[in-house]
């Protein structure tokens, strides 16, 4: 499926401010930082349509935007460095919980992680947490430019390897928003998951 238009909807700070759901929602999460705004604008084809940030925690709410008028793309607020109260945090972590678990229309969720780094703790409950709860996950290791492809392939072998650990198979995606590396294998499988 081409991305051809895509707008910006609404923030969500919770489940129940959320649009009505009636379109398939592609949901990204991930640690602050790790390039899902990138993402999201390299898959729309649009650099300024999701608002990037070197400084970490910068996305609050759940950021909804409409692709072809038939699907949503969901930016998830990300977990670890944000600059917040631990209220805060655990506030966040509860609205994500609940619309991960409740959203009827959610049908994929895309787990950022950066390439460079091995998969924090935080990313490994997540992984688990997802898996226990049978919700559909795909991994992508973002910011691949930054490595070389020994690289890439070694990160993505440690990657596979802790998942196998915890008797979970998911599609692991290598991607870069710089070079458009593995940009059409995520519209792929966002477009096999939206059932169009």
Known sequence: ??????????????????????????????????GKSSLINAL???KGLARTSNVPGKTQQMNYYQVNDKLFLVD???????QVSKEE????????????????????VLHLVDIRHEPSDLDEEFFYWLGTNRLPFAV???????LSYNKQQ????????????????????????KDKKGIGEVKELITEFAEF
């Not at 895509?6 to 990204?28: G, K, Q």
């Not at 992508?140 to 930054?146: I, N, P, T, W």
């Not at 998942?163 to 998911?170: H, P």
């Open 154 to 177: 070694q990160s993505k072998f440690r990657l596979k390897r802790i998942l196998d650990e915890m008797n979970i198979e998911v599609p692991i995606i290598v991607s870069s928003t």
């Open 89 to 108: 945090r655990e506030r966040w972590g509860r609205d994500i919980r609940d619309y991960l678990l409740e959203r009827s229309t959610l049908r994929l």
């Open 44 to 46: 729309v084809d649009h």
């Open 76 to 82: 998830l607020p990300g977990f670890g460095y944000a």
């Open 1 to 34: 499926m081409p991305f051809k238009k895509a707008d910006f909807v609404t923030s969500a700070p919770s489940l129940d401010v959320c649009p009505d759901p009636y379109f398939p929602e592609i949901c990204f999460a991930g640690r602050s930082n790790v």
């Open 140 to 146: 992508v290791l973002s910011k691949a430019d930054k």
